[in-house]
């Protein structure tokens, strides 16, 4: 990758990057940045140095010499930023539009665009399986597959994915994923999602099946409220991915009576038996602005 050299009084003039409350960072600060008139986020990265920030590199050195095999809505790193004369981080296209977690949240959203966006993912999951099978990029994963790694254009109808940093390539050590934890609903089959033990944490290794299983919690997230959950803390105070195994299929069974299709609930129940996960893409255009309105969770808790 080409390198950007700041010096140190350039980089305190940078400003932080506002980021909505959604999104996490824990790995690194972010800040707007401006280069060949081309609007950029410099993501300055807080470990730079030993295995994590070599591996980093590795992960970004991968995209870099890949690109050219990757979607054109992939917001992949495109620099190398050198502080003082110390590689500390990397910039990534500004992507314009809302935060995913945000237009999913809306309460006075309307339904087919949430699910409009929804199909964005699904479709996006198809072309990697397909960039998997016709192109050298043989191990490439999403892997921290959520609703806050997701930009809408919605005056594009355009899905941006960002933080591509975290994704599983080549050898590379995925980063820790939101929804792939020890602790995750994921945890009930035994055999299918492959846990590492190493020094630094445990993990789940990115896979087809991994990135299937974050899409449908996003999904399952989406029809229940996940965020009226975490208020009314009735589900499980958190969101589908920290659901028991009794409660996932209470509310499935719930979807399955307000008329969700079949064949769609088969596929949601696959993420916690030992058969490989199904893509639902094709058949979210059979889920209703009604059925909508009746999964969430304040309505399904009326009703038990």
């Known amino acids: 990758m080409k390198i950007i050299s700041l010096s140190q009084r350039k980089f305190k003039e940078l400003t932080p990057l506002e980021l909505p409350k959604e999104v996490f960072n824990t790995e690194a600060k972010m800040f707007n940045f401006r280069y060949k008139n081309e609007d950029k986020v410099f993501k300055k990265l807080y470990q730079q140095s030993g295995h994590i920030f070599a591996n980093k590199l590795y ?11 990757l979607p ?50 699904g479709e996006l999951l198809n072309q990697l399986k397909y960039i998997r099978k016709t192109t050298p990029l043989k191990d490439l994963y999403i892997n ?30 995925a980063c820790p994923a939101r929804y792939l934890t020890t602790n995750a609903l994921l945890n009930n089959v035994k055999g299918k999602y492959k846990i590492v033990k190493d020094d630094v944490s445990d993990h789940i290794v990115a896979d087809e099946n991994t990135d299937i299983y974050c899409y449908i919690i996003i999904i399952l997230n989406y029809l229940s ?12 105070g958190c ?46 255009d059979s889920i209703s602005n009604e059925q909508v309105y009746r999964a969430k969770e304040i309505v399904y808790r009326k009703l038990s």
């Open 225 to 236: 409220g996940c965020y009226i959950i975490i208020i009314l803390n009735y589900l499980s």
């Open 59 to 69: 992960t970004l050195e991968m995209l870099d010499v890949n690109r050219n095999y």
């Open 144 to 173: 921290d597959l959520h609703e806050a790694n997701f930009i809408a254009n919605t005056d594009k109808g355009e899905l941006y994915v960002i933080d591509l940093d975290s994704c599983k390539i080549g050898i590379n050590t």
């Open 239 to 284: 969101n589908i991915n920290n659901l028991s195994i009794d409660k996932f299929y209470n509310y499935l069974n719930y979807l399955e009576s307000i008329g969700f299709h079949k064949e769609l609930i088969e596929y949601f129940s696959r993420i916690v038996i030992n058969k490989n996960n199904e893509n639902p893409v094709n058949l979210l």
């Open 72 to 121: 054109d809505y992939f917001f992949e790193p495109d620099y190398l930023v050198s502080v003082g004369g110390t590689i500390e981080g990397f910039t990534i296209p500004y992507a314009s539009g809302t935060t995913l977690s945000i237009l999913l949240n809306d309460k006075k959203g309307n339904p087919a665009i949430s699910l409009f966006y929804l199909k964005k993912i």
